[in-house]
């Protein structure tokens, strides 16, 4: 697909009337870096690259139109993972070297350069270009983003964490926060934390909820801790949004998964309550029962392990509507717990 994305990038290029200028101006620059925005809306839809384009050979600037499609080009190259194609990576260096004859210590446009070497894996290049930067305080988002994939490349999961906020504090656009969320996120994903990978992705669906890749990422989260419900929800919501090859690899191996047969999670959800309910009802008539010593009796030990262990297991299952349901559920316990008892004791009495 990246391949076939790249030959189409450049049968576009080669229909585009680019500027003539050479020289770069302020208006130029804002319209440059508006396409580098439209770029990070990129998630696999042709358009976007191509609207982006449109935005480059609008600067009036040959060096921002030939760093544009360099950009687009790298954007284009994307595989999977942290594969490029190889191809599409080699004609964008062609086309920054063009503009880099033009403007060779533009930091927006030398920012590519770096990059580049990132996604060619050629790590240490990229560090001297990036030192370069630091040791003359040159900074912008742009130089966060590529340090952030630096050391993810490297696998420094310290330093991607301190990048990211330092790009969260350079971010001027929405379209960089969630960049810069995508980064982190994608870096927790790589390295099996979860956790916090879920958690940056629910600051995404904020900032963009219309992001396949989002709902994408997220169903993978989900399936790997084994939550099919919400893993297939999010995979059909990220097929609503585009059709893209990913998504279906995460639906046929959901498919593969067996539905819960039997109670599901709220006949299970709804039975745990009822149980944490009659314990609670026992551990409160134990606690009643304390003996002269004041030494409360071992089964009431027993019956708070259990306890324990069935709000627990309500946790896991429901949430925080697991804890709010409990007294609801002791409460309806007690009551026909009483009920029972004042019928037997109406009988007895007969």
Known sequence: ?????????????????????????????????QGL?????????PKVLLAALKIFSETNSLPYAYAGVAATLMSAS??????????????????????????????????LEADLYVREKQYSHARLILDYFQQNRLQSFQVCR??????????????VERWFERSMQCALTPAHQTDALHHIAGCYLRNQNLPKALAFYKKIEKLSPQDPWLWHNMSIIY???????????????ALSLMEFLAARNVEKDLKAVPRARGFNKWYQFFLLSLIFGLLTIVAYTQVQQIEASGIIRVRTSVVGAIFTAVFVALYKLAGIWGVVAVPFCASVCMFLVGGIKLAVEFIMDE
């Open 1 to 33: 697909m990246s391949n076939q994305l790249v030959t189409q990038i450049i049968d576009f290029v080669n229909h585009v009337n680019w500027p003539t200028l050479g020289s770069i101006t302020p208006q130029s620059q804002r319209i440059y870096e």
């Open 146 to 159: 590529i340090e952030m994939e630096y050391w993810s490349g490297v696998r420094n999961l310290a330093e």
């Open 223 to 237: 399936f790997r801790l084994k939550r099919y419900d919400k893993a297939r929800r999010y995979n059909q919501k």
């Open 78 to 111: 994307y595989d999977h993972g942290d594969v490029y194609d190889q191809t599409g990576l080699a004609l964008a260096r062609i086309w920054l070297e063009k503009a880099q004859s033009y403007e060779a210590h533009r930091l927006e446009i030398n920012c």
């Open 37 to 45: 925005d439209r770029l990070m809306l990129y998630r696999g839809d």
